[in-house]
């Protein structure tokens, strides 16, 4: 018999959670003085998202009347309109196709009594889908008439069982936006300024150098060929990449606004489940996705392929496969616990304590007998990256661990970046909150102030609360991936979940009309400080964007114009082209023919730095012939004497030019083809 679900929370002092809740809101406010993190507001970038809400509301409102009166489905619905204008009509569709085949193959892993269960079964089939065509990347399979037929056969084939989960999910929906219309408005209307990000084309630096890569080798060659010489994290846990790379051969185009969009969708999907499992009030609930929705990071997420918005997604499914009352919770858990490994390793460890809680909280019920075939549909869906790296390079992990592996492709070395070590402290969440440019690429203010801001809560809810060992298990899934490193993106995954449980049992404690005005003043802080994740919102880019839907040029021109430059290399051209500049080294879209000197490229970049010790030019001569380079990007005010001695030498002629960024052109007979 499965464990009984977890008991509505018996009613504590009102009083006890009133002080609670206002010692962390007045430790909120003292800490953005005391360290002066209200001068980080981004006050202009704040307008402008007030500006954009109000703009949906405004274009909303006419709808309310076909869509019975429905505010919250009036905004989401201009909310995807403009998604389909700015990230493109194809890979939205693309992403729907295969959002829709991930959820008739997650029909067939998840429970049926499963509360919210297509958005469960969506996020178990994105990663089973992504777990097995990791192994197929080698194969030149990969093109757009291959998915399309294969995904439009799934949906067709799973259509009823399709329409079944989907039936439930819109009548679940319209009964969360009836019981409380307003609350239901404002969280879509947040989660929409959140997906503004999907807008935005590919401008983050890990994409540029390196995220890239995969999906334009998917799109470009049909099948994707790493090379840890070239790009040292070739071989790492790829399955976010893969996604991306299927709508973007189903696109033609890079369409990762599209799949984040999806992303997304599942993360409010799979919070709302684990919600419904614990029995939270309807307000509660909103509320919760509210503060989701809000929380900064979520836009730096939603813009670019970094993992954790994927991981935040598939934590909260893992969550509410692990507490619902659904018998029959293996296949769907395993699928999802194997998923967070195939993302990134850190978030399979950070959700280590979950694991743990399931153990116990189903120890009575655990199917011994089946664990063999879990563990080894763990490794079907997670290990293809570690698979295909130990059989290339001799390193499962790389480039993590090469000073134990010593594979060739990349020199020996133990990988570290002594940014993140501020140290793990008893005030680490707080220095995180107030001082947050030391843990992570953005500003003061960056994280949200919600884990100080409702610190008391949470402290409560541990000493007091029935929910201990689930609160306990996301806080320790929080914590662990700031051991090793003080990184803030690591702990995204867990912050959120553990997040999206304080609120539950909080209304009828704190009194409805303080319950509300409290979780609305934390969601307007966050938002306020909402551009300070970015430099792609802190800055101009997304006023840029939104004046050009359709051409990225001048927005390239002004931040990124490498890709501009790139735009123009002739067609069927196939000769390597070299990011000559350590520090932007944005070649991954080309598919496997582009070099950096960066630290991605270790050998590489200790050769250029040799050559930079030549200043006849001759050494960086050598370095085209070797690499066959065809095609040298870089500054040329900034280029160093000995490079451009180099680019005189091998003959090289400027091509073209955006500003001082420019594109040379070897002369074939010193550049052959690159492999």
Known sequence: MSASPLAIDPPLPSRAMRTALALGFAATAAGLFVHDTWRALPAERFALSLVLAALACLLAWPLRARLRGKMASAIAAIWFLALVVYAGALPVLAAAALGLAALGVGLWLVPVRMPARAAIAASVGLIAIAGLAGWTLAWPIHRAVVWWPLLVVVVAWRHRAILDALRPALAGWRAAVDAAPRAAAATVLLFGLASTACWLPSL????????????????????????????????????????????????????????????????????????????????????????????????????????????????????????????????????????????????????????????????????????????????????????????????????????????????????????????????????????????????????????????????????????????????????????????????WPGLCLLLVLLPIGAEARLGRRAFAWSFVALCVLDLAFQANASWLHHASVMKRTLRSPFDDAALLRDWLPERLLLRRLPPGDRGAVLAADPGRGFVAELGGRGRTVSPHAPWLQREAQAADGDGSGAAWRRLFAAHGIRWVLGDAADASPALRAGLDRAGAQTFAREGTTTLWRLPPASAPEAP
């Open 204 to 491: 983050q630096m890990d994409d540029l150098t390196y995220h890239l890569g995969l999906p334009a080798q998917l799109r470009l060659h049909a099948a994707y060929a790493p090379d840890a010489r070239v790009q040292m994290w070739a071989y790492a846990p790829w399955a976010g990449d893969v996604l991306h790379g299927l709508v973007g051969v189903m696109a033609g185009r890079e369409a990762h606004g599209a799949m984040n969009a999806l992303w997304l969708l599942l993360t409010a999907g799979a919070a709302g489940a684990l919600l419904t499992a614990l029995h939270a009030a309807p307000r509660e609930r909103w509320a919760a996705l509210a503060l989701l929705a809000s929380l900064p990071p979520l836009v730096w997420m939603a813009a670019g392929q970094q993992t954790e918005l994927a991981a935040t997604a598939v934590t909260l499914a893992l969550a509410a496969v692990i507490v619902a009352d659904a018998p029959g919770r293996l296949w769907a858990g395993t699928v999802l616990f194997a998923g967070l490994f195939a993302l990134k390793p850190v978030h399979g460890i950070a959700a280590l304590p979950l694991l743990a809680y399931a153990a116990w909280r189903h120890r009575h019920t655990l199917p011994w007998s089946r664990m063999p075939a879990a563990i080894a549909l763990f490794a079907l869906v997670a290990l293809s990256s570690e698979a295909m790296a130990w059989r290339a390079t001799g390193n499962p992990l790389l480039p993590l661990f090469n000073h134990v592996f010593r594979a060739p492709a990349m020199p020996p070395i133990a990988l570290d970046d002594a940014r993140w070590h501020a140290g793990f402290a008893p005030d680490l969440l707080w220095r995180m909150t107030f001082d947050t440019d030391r843990y992570y690429e953005g500003w003061d203010g960056a994280l949200g102030f919600a884990a100080i801001a409702l610190g008391g809560l949470w402290l409560l809810a541990l000493l007091r609360g029935p929910r201990r060992g689930l609160l306990v298990s996301a806080s320790l899934a929080m914590l662990l991936p700031l051991l090793p490193m003080q990184y803030a993106r690591y702990a």
